[in-house]
Nanobody, 121 residues
């Protein structure tokens, strides 16, 4: 599975961004999909995930209520709607796919190259 993220950019605090992840090479319908992020000097951290069916979603406490993950298996895409962005959301955001448990990045088999999100105050 090849994953390509898009939609990152530089915004002001309080603005919104929508990240997209396009998959190719294989359908992602059998995979749980996650978003992770990594800020300079920090470890990569879990942001959100969605089960293969799309029925269940999971969020880090720091983004719950502000971010929404969704998927369209017919289009082989996953999205992350980010609202009320804060400077601490600044990071490179990665899309990833797994058939295993969703919270740990070590369980993910496929990764995109990342897209930069910068939020200024």
């Amino acid at each position: 599975v090849q994953l390509v993220e898009s939609g990152g950019g530089s915004v002001q605090a309080g603005d919104s961004l929508r990240l997209s992840c396009a998959a190719s090479g294989r359908t992602i319908s059998a995979y749980n999909m996650g978003w992770f992020r990594q800020a300079p000097g920090n470890e990569r951290e879990f942001v959100a995930a969605i089960t293969s069916s799309g029925i269940n979603t999971y969020y880090a406490g720091s983004v719950k209520g502000r971010f929404t993950i969704s998927r369209d298996n017919a289009k082989n895409t996953v999205s992350l709607q980010m609202n009320s962005l804060k400077p601490e959301d600044t990071a490179v955001y990665y899309c990833a796919a797994t058939r295993r448990a969703i919270y740990s990045d070590i369980n993910y088999d496929y990764w995109g190259q990342g897209t930069q999100v910068t939020v200024s105050s």
